[in-house]
């Protein structure tokens, strides 16, 4: 499941969280 939103969520999230790499993490921990 953490993959799945990663994946999808880096074309949302991930582009403001790209440049602070939490967004890893982010996921990872929810």
């Known amino acids: 499941m953490s993959q799945i939103l990663y994946q999808y969520g880096k074309i949302t999230k991930a582009e403001r969280y790209d440049h602070t ?3 890893i993490k982010t ?3 929810q």
């Open 21 to 23: 790499g939490r967004l």
């Open 27 to 29: 996921l990872d921990v």
